[in-house]
């Protein structure tokens, strides 16, 4: 019998699991996306009309649907005047991320502080704060 709590042995129970993975990555853009939200002062009724959408369409974004498209994030992104960035990352034996991207990737003038960065140790998701 391992010592180790029960939320670190379901972790790696599901560590290669795709949805469980997909339901990773989903909840964090949502987080993001509340906490820009918030920072700018605004409400998911002023997301839906940047966007084009009913408010119910944000309230479903908003339950962490995992099979949340590219294509949405990057509407979220515009609606919230933010960069959005995926990418993948390599997680080397000290637990450390290296993102793999382009030099097309990089963005020499964002302000790093301004940078929302979310990983759940299999992709980034970054949002640059404008």
């Known amino acids: 019998m391992t010592n180790k709590p029960l939320i670190e042995r379901l972790e790696q129970k599901y560590a290669n699991d795709p949805e469980y ?4 990555l989903a909840l964090k853009v949502t987080e993001e996306m509340l906490q820009i939200l918030r920072d700018k002062g605004k409400n998911q009724t ?4 940047q966007m ?6 944000i309230s479903r974004i908003l339950n962490a649907q995992p ?3 590219l294509l949405t994030i990057a509407k979220i992104a515009i609606a919230l ?13 000290l637990g450390i991320h290296t993102k793999l991207t382009s030099s097309e990737d990089v963005e020499p003038n964002i302000d790093r502080q301004n ?6 140790g299999c992709a980034i998701y970054e949002f640059a704060i404008a």
């Open 21 to 24: 993975i997909a339901g990773g």
């Open 46 to 49: 002023w997301l839906a009309e």
């Open 52 to 57: 084009g959408v009913s408010k119910a369409h």
């Open 67 to 69: 099979n949340m498209t």
């Open 81 to 93: 005047d933010t960069k959005a960035n995926v990418s993948l990352a390599v997680e080397s034996e």
């Open 115 to 120: 940078v929302i960065v979310a990983s759940n």
